[in-house]
């Protein structure tokens, strides 16, 4: 009794509002021929890359329940794909800082080392780099690991988890470290602004793990650029223009047996096709992936009128709020098994439609924020 009186505590003292699913159909949608057309759960028929005759994984075991959860993930740019085996062990690191520093306040935090271009060219780990903080859809830059009990204590402690609701946040723009006067000045301010895409693709990297996890990622990347490209949707580390999906390399993440692992963090309704019924529609425009400028509009219930007057300062400060109102990814879906031939109906179904085609054999877990649910 005594015991489960502190858990519910500890779940509320984080923001735990979300519920269990017990079966994969309760956590994410599935297709269905219905809904998405006769061709929904067909594998890719003009795929022509293949992983090496040597590649074997598990097919036998369940998948779905068994990811261990957490609240918030951090993705630490090194300019690199592959580490020491456990990448907190890598020397002068910011992984190395965060493995050794007290634990964010908000839950448990992953921790990825990732292939994100660090801001120095080569990469150094004596050199500030950069984060990726999920779910906030943020990007925290100039972090160095003296300057790493601050990020803990006052960014990603306050950010949003995997749990708390779908709801507008805020984060400080910018943070002072309280370092010694003789550091120098370029490393004592944090800064925090919105990561540019609607959709991240994670695929595991780490050869010094597993080998299957360095041969499948180039592949997969290779063959998810092939179907995003024609959407206007690819982008390239180096490229922030707003929208479109990120692919990242991280560092183990478990169940390297299960190759290739993928984790696909969605903002929510990313490209405007959630709710379009693909079996239905006419024609390719309503299946268009919609920009972030006309998901704004539509938000916003209208579109600018052509010849309207230059905006007040009330106005542009609605807008800036509105700009402000970031609300982090709405999901995250957890697939594994992934082969080459499965890119095309992740592109158009998970990526785009936030579905999975395969729940059986393939959904690890994850969570959806817009429906409380999680799969721990």
Not at 51 to 62: A, G, H, W
Not at 72 to 85: E, I, M, N, S, Y
Not at 255 to 280: C, I, Q, T, W
Request: hydrophobic content about 35%; proline content about 8%; aromatic content about 6%.
């Amino acid at each position: 009794m005594f015991r489960s009186l502190i858990s519910s505590a500890k779940s509320l003292a984080i923001g735990d509002s979300g519920n269990k699913a017990t079966k994969p159909e309760d956590l994410f949608p599935v297709v269905s021929k219905e809904v998405d057309g006769d061709d929904c759960d067909h594998d890719c028929a003009t795929c022509t890359i293949t992983y090496p005759r040597s590649f074997k994984i598990d097919e036998e075991d369940k998948l779905f329940g068994l990811v261990k959860g957490w609240e918030t993930h951090v993705l630490v740019a090194t300019g690199k794909t592959d580490w020491v085996r456990d990448v907190a062990d890598e020397k002068g690191s910011v992984m190395q800082a965060i493995a050794g520093a007290k634990a964010p306040t908000n839950g448990k935090l992953m921790l990825s080392a990732s292939n994100i271009p660090t801001p120095h060219h080569p990469p150094s780990y004596s050199e500030p780099t950069t984060l990726l903080l999920l779910p906030a859809f943020i990007l925290i830059e100039n972090v160095t690991p003296a300057t790493v009990p601050l990020l803990l204590e006052k960014i990603i402690s306050q950010a949003p988890t995997n749990s708390t609701p779908l709801a507008p946040f805020s984060l400080p723009r910018s943070l002072e470290a309280p370092l010694p006067e003789a550091s120098p000045a370029y490393i004592k301010e944090l800064t925090t602004r919105p990561c540019p895409h609607q959709a991240l693709i994670l695929l595991c990297s780490q050869k010094t793990r597993d080998a299957r996890c360095g041969q499948s990622a180039p592949l997969l990347r290779k063959e998810l650029q092939r179907h995003l490209q024609p959407l206007g949707l690819y982008r390239d580390l180096d490229d922030e223009r707003p929208g479109g999906v990120g692919i990242y390399f991280i560092s183990h993440v478990g169940g390297h047996k299960y190759s290739a692992n993928m984790l696909v963090y969605r903002r929510p309704d990313a490209f405007g096709l959630d709710h379009v019924e693909r079996a239905k529609v006419e024609g390719d425009q309503e299946l268009r992936p919609k920009k972030p400028e006309e998901l704004r509009r539509r938000k916003q219930g209208g579109v600018t009128k052509e010849g309207e007057e230059g905006k007040g300062q009330e106005e542009e400060e609605q807008e800036e709020e509105e700009e402000n109102g970031e609300v982090g990814a709405a999901q995250c879906i957890w697939l594994a098994r992934v082969k080459p031939e499965d890119c095309e109906g992740i592109v158009k179904f998970t990526v785009l439609q936030g579905k999975v085609i395969k729940p059986q054999s393939q959904l690890r877990g994850g969570f959806d924020r817009q429906r409380a649910v999680l799969s721990w």
